[in-house]
Nanobody, 120 residues
Framework: QVQLAESGGGLVQAGGSLRLSCAASGAIFSIDPMGWYRQAPGKQRELVASITTDNSTNYANSVKGRFTISRDNAKNTVSLQMNSLKPEDTAVYYC??????????????WGKGTLVTVSS
């Protein structure tokens, strides 16, 4: 089992910045990619950004140029720097990791989520 623990959410005014962090622990043999999803009230969970072990990144169009994802493979952590935040970025943000270990290959692991609220 892999456990993911997020931190860094909170309340910020529009135009402000927040940094989310996620630490993976437990039976970590290989997890790839790691990423962030978000779910706003009444909406489906959506991918925000993901990053592979070789630092290949993928971003939702709505956050390109504003958010930056980074990863520390040695520490099994992933971070999301969010700048120029907009009210529509308000959501619960979830850390995600996909296992590439043969024992649970393809298993999706999720954190409990951290709330980001952007006021206008």
């Amino acid at each position: 089992q892999v456990q993911l623990a997020e931190s860094g959410g909170g309340l910020v005014q529009a135009g402000g910045s927040l940094r989310l962090s996620c630490a993976a622990s437990g039976a970590i043999f290989s997890i790839d990619p790691m990423g962030w999803y978000r779910q706003a009230p009444g909406k489906q969970r959506e991918l925000v950004a993901s990053i592979t072990t070789d630092n290949s990144t993928n971003y939702a169009n709505s956050v390109k140029g504003r958010f930056t994802i980074s990863r520390d493979n040695a520490k099994n952590t992933v971070s999301l720097q969010m700048n120029s935040l907009k009210p529509e970025d308000t959501a619960v943000y979830y850390c995600n990791a996909i296992s590439t270990w043969y024992g649970d290959y393809g298993m999706n692991y999720w954190g409990k989520g951290t709330l980001v609220t952007v006021s206008s």
